[in-house]
């Protein structure tokens, strides 16, 4: 079944696939190297995604030392696929080490940054930039105010963040609503069903402040697949030494699940991610055009309420320190007893498609 989905990111018009292309390893570069694919391999993969209805397309300057933008650049123009492609990149990863302004978020390196980006993609503007990695030291209001800057000029038509903490998005966000500057409407974040972190803080406020959240790594690294059950290691996250006993005993659950709708552990955990509350869209890669026709497969079945459950008791995080204060439990302890409150009654906002 094709990607015929399309959902609005964040709070913006800008209409995205439910699954998006992950384009880490194309090239054979840098710190991606060990698993890279030359361009030759890199595209069956995109033709794939395209063909398969996707539009979504994630790379980053860090990736394969710039080959995955150089590489996705020439692919998308093979493919005359420029204006159909919602093309996004990311920046702040160091591109020389001898120079404290080549990396980071700052207003210098942001402009180069993107400036080399454009280059090596071989296009005068990208659809989404995403700030890469907080650093921890750049004002949150000079960053804003770049990314609206690039928007004026062109260059960008959305901006959003990656890999930061929730106040940081938040702050932003309000900076710019404050100051009728550009809106972020994407955060990209690690999310799967063993890592769940996200949803205690970054997906409300997302859900809140209008920022779609684009999950990366759905299947924890491959982890998800139950590859490494075995004893192999070979892969991008590959140190099984990394996984608690809780993570291992995951996978009996979903192998469950998976057998019971007749598909596979990987596709049960994309499709979970995806349709996720707050989740926008999921960022799957391959290292073949089949296994991503596989993955894109995982939103051809529905997982049922009770299976969901199963699903979520096994991976569920408990609440810690403030945070149990506000599980339905404690919350009870608000209101009147017997009283029931709530924000708006069912259907007070039903879906809208556009069909």
Do not use: C
């Not at 395209?50 to 493919?79: C, H, K, P, W």
């Not at 100051?179 to 999310?191: F, K």
């Amino acid at each position: 079944m094709a990607l015929d989905q399309y959902y609005l990111l964040g709070r913006s018009g800008l209409r995205v696939s439910r699954l998006a292309l992950g384009t880490m390893n194309f090239g054979t570069g840098g710190f991606h190297a060990a698993y890279g694919k030359t361009e030759d391999e890199a595209r069956p993969i995109f033709r794939e995604y395209l063909d398969q209805g996707g539009n979504f397309v994630d790379t980053a300057d860090f990736y394969t030392a710039g080959e995955s933008e150089t590489i996705l650049g020439r692919l998308i123009t093979e493919a005359n696929a420029r204006d159909r492609v919602v093309l996004t990149t990311k920046f702040t990863n160091s591109v020389d080490p001898g120079d404290p302004n080549a990396g980071g978020n700052g207003r210098k390196h942001l402009v180069r940054a993107l400036e080399a980006s454009l280059r090596r993609l071989g296009t005068d503007y990208v659809d989404l930039f995403l700030l890469h990695t907080w650093d921890r030291l750049t004002p949150v209001e000079e960053v804003v105010r770049t990314l609206d800057d690039l928007v004026r000029a062109g260059k960008i038509r959305y901006a959003g963040l990656s890999d930061v903490p929730a106040w940081y998005a938040a702050r932003a966000q309000s900076i710019a609503e404050a100051h009728a500057l550009t809106p972020l409407i994407n955060l990209q974040l690690p999310y799967s069903l063993v890592q769940r972190q996200i949803e205690t803080e970054h997906i409300p406020m997302g859900q809140n402040l209008g920022m779609g959240v684009t999950a990366w790594s759905p299947l924890a690294g491959g982890f998800l697949t139950g590859k490494y059950r075995d004893g192999g290691t070979e892969g991008r996250l590959g140190d099984a030494q990394t996984w608690t006993e809780r993570d291992w005993q995951l996978l009996k659950p979903l192998e469950e699940v998976a057998g019971k709708l007749g598909v596979t552990m990987a596709q049960v955990a994309i499709n979970w991610v995806a349709t996720q509350p707050g989740i926008a869209s999921a960022i799957v890669g391959a290292s073949s055009a089949g296994q991503l026709g596989a993955g894109m497969a995982a939103l051809d079945f529905e997982i049922p309420a009770e299976l969901r459950a199963t699903l979520d008791e096994a991976s569920a995080t408990p609440p810690a320190s403030v945070y149990r204060m506000f599980t339905p439990q404690y919350q009870n302890w608000i209101v009147t007893p017997g009283t029931k409150v709530g924000d708006k009654p069912d259907g007070y906002a039903p879906a809208v498609r556009n069909w």
